[in-house]
């Protein structure tokens, strides 16, 4: 299930820079109020797997079609942004998720510059047809990283290296088990990845400004993916990569790109 949302400014025009955390909170925040259960325990739990968690929750980037950025500031030039939220389907919830968000207030920032929201139209997009080989565009950083569990080193990993696509292919794998709870069918290929555009680097501070700060670098890129179409469908509506609920992975099909705002308006 994938949502564009249309965000109307209701108070200030500034963000910071690195809003992609705050913007997290808020969207939790709205679900909360629809919610509690299921908001703590998409939050805490998700789909688990032999310890593993997944939450196959993600969104893009704003579309702010006009923007000016000075220091570590974002300020917004226009009455309204876009935003996607997807979820890996759970049509159950569908009218719930599409309820809450309507006419909903939303406040995104910190302690220097918040600006207030208000959810003016919401609307399910419809599917796309999956196929065995698509094109997407990461409207969301991608962020993958190779885990060295002896010695607890993590190295985060470019497009351009041979281990992302691979893991990649594994993360997707281990969100199918999660989800369904049962092992991919062992004819599926191995997903194959194309970089199609220099990967551009953006690095995203989770709980910037305090003694938790972390700072991770993922990439937007435009890319092919070859594979079965089912682990590419939740790719595109759970996220690919990692921490997809933090605002990473979150990606388009680039025949679709016309009903979205320009890449230039993505920050």
Same mark, same amino acid.
């Given at each position: 299930?994938?949502?564009?949302?249309?965000?109307?400014?209701? =108070?200030?025009?500034?963000?910071?820079?690195?809003?992609?955390?705050?913007?997290? !909170?808020?969207?939790?925040?709205?679900?909360?109020?629809?919610?509690?259960?299921? $908001?703590?325990?998409?939050? =805490?739990?998700?789909?688990?797997?032999?310890?593993? !968690?997944?939450?196959?929750?993600?969104?893009?980037?704003?579309?702010?079609?006009?923007?000016?950025?000075?220091? =570590?500031?974002?300020?917004?030039?226009?009455?309204?942004?876009?935003?996607?939220? /997807?979820?890996?389907?759970?049509?159950?919830?569908?009218?719930?998720?599409?309820?809450?968000?309507?006419?909903?207030? *939303?406040?995104?920032?910190?302690?220097? /510059?918040?600006?207030?929201?208000?959810? *003016?139209?919401?609307?399910?997009?419809?599917?796309?047809?999956? $196929?065995?080989?698509?094109?997407?565009?990461?409207?969301?950083?991608?962020?993958?990283?190779?885990?060295?569990? =002896?010695?607890?080193?993590?190295?985060? %990993?470019?497009?351009?290296?041979?281990?992302?696509?691979?893991?990649?292919?594994?993360? %997707?794998?281990?969100?199918?088990?999660?989800?369904?709870?049962?092992?991919?069918?062992?004819?599926?290929?191995? $997903?194959?990845?194309?970089?199609?555009?220099?990967?551009?680097?953006?690095?995203?501070?989770?709980?910037?400004?305090?003694? @938790?700060?972390?700072?991770?670098?993922?990439? %937007?890129?435009?890319?092919?993916?070859?594979?079965?179409?089912?682990?590419?469908?939740?790719?595109?509506?759970?996220?690919?990569?990692?921490?997809?609920?933090?605002?990473?992975?979150?990606?388009?099909?680039?025949?679709?790109? @016309? /009903?979205?705002? /320009?890449?230039?308006?993505?920050?």
């Amino acid at each position: 299930m994938r949502l564009k949302l249309i965000l109307k400014l209701l =108070d200030g025009n500034c963000l910071p820079c690195n809003y992609m955390y705050e913007l997290s !909170s808020a969207l939790y925040k709205v679900l909360n109020e629809g919610n509690t259960d299921f $908001t703590t325990w998409l939050h =805490d739990k998700g789909y688990c797997k032999e310890k593993k !968690s997944f939450k196959l929750f993600t969104f893009s980037n704003l579309y702010i079609p006009r923007f000016k950025i000075e220091g =570590d500031r974002l300020g917004i030039l226009t009455d309204t942004v876009q935003l996607i939220v /997807s979820f890996y389907p759970i049509e159950a919830i569908e009218a719930f998720v599409m309820g809450v968000f309507r006419n909903r207030r *939303m406040e995104i920032g910190d302690r220097k /510059s918040r600006v207030a929201f208000e959810v *003016m139209t919401v609307e399910r997009l419809a599917e796309p047809e999956f $196929t065995p080989k698509m094109t997407f565009k990461a409207i969301s950083p991608v962020f993958v990283e190779e885990q060295f569990p =002896d010695t607890s080193r993590t190295v985060h %990993l470019t497009p351009g290296d041979p281990r992302f696509a691979e893991l990649l292919h594994l993360n %997707l794998l281990e969100k199918y088990r999660a989800f369904h709870q049962q092992e991919p069918d062992p004819q599926w290929p191995v $997903t194959r990845l194309r970089v199609l555009s220099a990967p551009k680097a953006k690095t995203i501070a989770l709980r910037a400004g305090t003694p @938790q700060e972390t700072k991770m670098k993922g990439y %937007l890129f435009n890319f092919e993916l070859q594979g079965e179409p089912e682990l590419l469908r939740l790719g595109y509506y759970g996220g690919f990569g990692r921490l997809n609920s933090q605002g990473f992975g979150c990606t388009e099909i680039i025949r679709l790109i @016309q /009903s979205i705002s /320009s890449p230039k308006a993505d920050v």
